[in-house]
């Protein structure tokens, strides 16, 4: 239990030590990351200072309900508002309108927005609304690719124009048109001006766009945005020119609000024309049933159909009632005529027997009287007498007469009934026919009926047509007019100095992040106790700038303890026998070229030689031999080659000494490159050489070359006592040490230990804990630059 908790403390320790590494490896750096934020500061200072102020403008408006409305089509459009899904949509599609390229061009166009006006203020051009001269181009839009701009002075005389490819130009004031000096514009001064010398050296810049482009753009920088559960829309602009800015908002405010009234009076005069051509079609109809209906009235003989069938039933009922009279007179004066054509002479006829014609009833009358005067005579006289005869004549003749009179009375009421009955027939067809009549006249009046109705509303539709064109309604309801914020939306110095030093600190951050992030190379003890932890670390060696090796015997500065720690821990490991009084091996390699072995191996010889050791240094780095560039001596002289290739039979006469005056350091160098080194280290004659050199020195440090670039260090590997593995700081990578970890897994090095070189050259100061703490109060102190030390 309490072995488990040791080892949890271990590991909060060791977590705890890694954050502070962590932030160690930064701070560090702190004289970077002041400098980075003083510099942003001042970045962000100049930035204040000359950089464009930008103002927010808003305005804000509502669409008003009735605006999407038309007479024709209200009733259809106030069902569809009711869902507020449509309404939703509704204002989606007006916002739609107002950044339509249509209705921005027009903006463009009425304030001529293609044309930018800036003026000159502490080195920076600011952009303005009013200048004191006016602008107005004269080249065709599609010739203009890119902006032009122009440099405008205001002289005595007239304007200085500057062009872009350096070419300068004098307008005079009274001069109208500007083409003759090959100037794509007119210019002219504003009325407002009066004085020109109020604008002396004062320099202006004008930007001359396509319309297309400035429309886009300006799309481009409109904003609009609803408020929640409102109706009410949000026009943003950004800009320098708080005026310029009110001036496109409110223009677009205008320019929508008299879209959205010419739509609707469109469909109002739209309306007017389809009800003027209705009109024209509905009058010549009218008129077509009218005249069919007269011309059906006349052919019909028909005025109105109710009075016109009483009438017609009259005279029926008439003409039966004045044929049934004449055929009862027919009747009558067929038997008067058969009495008097059957009755016996002189015989009394009879009256008064309903016949209509008053003469025949008269000589009737006539012919009886005269036979009952006859009969009465009769009785008196004779039959030859002559008042008789002639009265029988009389009667005889009146007797003619009345027959006469009724066949002529017979043939009139013939005739009469003839045509009783003709008006009775066309009495009775002309009444039958009144049905037929009375439905080809109702069509006629309902097609009539239903044409004037029409003709009726359209004249209602017209009027009110008339009326919505004349008082059309606002489409808007201008909350607020274009209004710019006093304040200027950018820069804000409480924004642009927290993010400068935000990024003072963040840039440098990120720098060494990225280079510690994808450092892969050895920096500190810790990594290489992590990779590998079976093979000791046995010494730490700070980086040294200028001093690379011992000075002299009594040199007590950190480098000479430093390596006195090093031969201290490595007489530590070796731990020799009492009875053992030969020398000990000592190699020194690395894995490539580079990593310090060479020096490092010269000082620990050196090391041990301070503190009386008999000391061989030998140069075994064959191939790529260094040693003798810390010692200013020869490199061709006779060394350990030609000992190996038996050139010279004894090592001693061609030893160097290392310290003055110190008889316990000697050096052998490599001597001559050979071209068999692989050889010469497998002979005998590599052994015999160890055998003696033990003999007679307590320490043999060879420099061996690198082994993970040849095989000699690795075919004479098994005569060392122990070998030291450079691994430099900041230098050596960590796919190296799983190189170094298989040979010492492998057994082809003895006794592997790393020896830190170099420690503090990256991460400064880092490992010199300790170092030089009472050792350098002798030695003069050496002053360094602060970014050095940092």
């Not at 403390?9 to 980075?36: C, N, Q, T």
């Not at 701009?149 to 350096?166: P, R």
Request: proline share 4%; aromatic share 8%.
């Amino acid at each position: 239990m309490n072995e488990k908790t040791y080892v949890l403390d271990f590991e909060e320790d060791k977590e705890s030590y890694d954050i502070k590494e962590a932030i160690a490896k930064y701070v560090r750096f702190w004289p970077w990351f002041l400098g980075m934020v003083l510099l942003f500061c001042a970045i962000a200072f100049a930035y204040m200072k000359y950089a464009p102020v930008i103002y927010k403008t808003e305005a804000k408006i509502k669409i008003l309900e009735d605006a999407m409305k038309t007479s024709v089509v209200k009733d259809v459009i106030s069902i569809a508002s009711a869902n507020p899904n449509n309404r939703l949509l509704d204002i989606q599609n007006q916002i739609k309108v107002i950044q339509s390229y249509r209705l921005l061009h027009n903006v463009v166009d009425e304030l001529h927005l293609d044309i930018e006006y800036q003026k000159l203020n502490n080195l920076l051009y600011t952009q303005i609304w009013e200048p004191p001269f006016t602008v107005r181009k004269n080249i065709s839009e599609d010739k203009i690719i890119e902006p032009l701009k122009y440099e405008v002075k205001l002289t005595e005389t007239g304007f200085d124009i500057l062009d872009e490819e350096g070419t300068q130009y004098n307008v005079p004031y009274v001069e109208a048109n500007t083409s003759v000096y090959y100037l794509p514009f007119q210019i002219e001064l504003a009325e407002s001006i009066t004085n020109v010398k109020n604008y002396k050296g004062d320099t202006f810049k004008v930007i001359i766009d396509s319309k297309r482009k400035t429309t886009l753009k300006l799309a481009k920088k409109l904003t609009i945005t609803t408020e929640a559960n409102s109706e009410v829309l949000n026009l943003t602009l950004l800009g320098e020119s708080k005026q310029r800015s009110e001036q496109v908002l409110n223009s677009i405010i205008n320019n929508f609000n008299q879209d959205g009234i010419l739509d609707r009076q469109l469909v109002s005069r739209r309306t007017l024309e389809v009800i003027e051509k209705r009109f024209v079609y509905l009058s010549q109809e009218l008129d077509s049933i009218e005249a069919g209906k007269q011309n059906l009235k006349q052919k019909q003989n028909i005025s109105f159909i109710q009075s016109d069938a009483g009438a017609n039933l009259q005279r029926k009922t008439e003409a039966e009632s004045e044929a049934l009279k004449l055929e009862t007179q027919v009747s009558l004066s067929n038997l008067l005529k058969k009495t008097v054509a059957n009755e016996a002479e002189y015989n009394l006829l009879p009256a008064d027997i309903g016949l209509a014609n008053s003469g025949l009833n008269a000589m009737v009358t006539n012919y009886n009287n005269m036979a009952r005067e006859r009969q009465k005579l009769i009785t008196s006289v004779g039959s030859n007498h002559p008042t008789l005869v002639k009265l029988s004549k009389q009667l005889e003749l009146s007797k003619l007469n009345i027959l006469s009179s009724v066949n002529n009375y017979e043939a009139q009421l013939a005739l009469s009934l003839r045509k009783t009955n003709q008006e009775k027939n066309s009495a009775g067809y002309r009444f039958s026919r009144l049905p037929e009549t009375e439905r080809m006249l109702r069509s006629i009046e309902r097609q009539q009926s239903i044409k004037e109705n029409l003709y009726l509303l359209l004249l209602q539709k017209r009027e009110e047509a008339t009326i919505d064109y004349a008082s059309t309604a606002p489409t808007i309801k201008v909350i607020e007019y274009g209004l710019t914020n006093m304040d200027p939306l950018w820069p804000k110095p409480t924004v642009v100095f927290p993010v400068s030093i935000l990024l003072g600190l963040l840039l440098p951050f990120l720098v060494f992040y990225i280079r510690f992030s994808t450092d892969n190379n050895i920096h500190d003890r810790s990594e290489i106790e992590q990779l590998n932890p079976e093979i000791p670390v046995v010494a730490e060696i700070p980086f040294f700038e200028k001093d690379k090796k011992f000075i002299d015997v009594n040199d007590r500065s950190v480098l000479a303890e430093s390596f006195r720690i090093l031969g201290a821990n490595v007489t530590h490991l070796l731990s020799p026998e009492e009875n053992d009084e030969t020398g000990k091996v000592i190699f020194v390699t690395s894995a490539i070229k580079g990593e310090g072995k060479t020096l490092l191996a010269l000082n620990l010889s050196l090391a041990y030689a301070s503190i009386g050791k008999r000391v061989l240094l030998v140069g075994g780095d064959l191939r790529n031999p260094t040693l003798h560039t810390y010692l200013g001596l020869d490199k061709n002289s006779q060394g350990f080659a030609d000992y190996l290739a038996g050139k010279i039979n004894e090592y001693d006469p061609h030893t160097f000494e290392g310290f003055k005056a110190n008889p316990d350091h000697k050096i052998f160098l490599s001597g001559a490159v050979p071209s068999n080194v692989p050889v010469l280290l497998s002979g005998k004659n590599f052994e015999q050489f160890l055998e003696e050199a033990k003999k007679e020195y307590d320490y043999v440090i060879m420099d061996t070359a690198p082994t993970m670039l040849v095989t000699d260090t690795l075919l004479i590997a098994k005569h060392a006592d122990i070998t030291l593995f450079a691994v430099r700081a900041g230098v050596t990578d960590k796919n190296v040490m799983k190189f170094s970890k298989e040979l010492n897994k492998s057994k082809k090095v003895k006794n592997m230990v790393y020896v830190m070189n170099a420690v503090g050259q990256v991460h400064a100061g880092k490992l010199n804990y300790g170092y030089g703490y009472g050792y350098e109060m002798d030695q003069p102190e050496k002053s360094k630059k602060w970014f050095k030390k940092a």
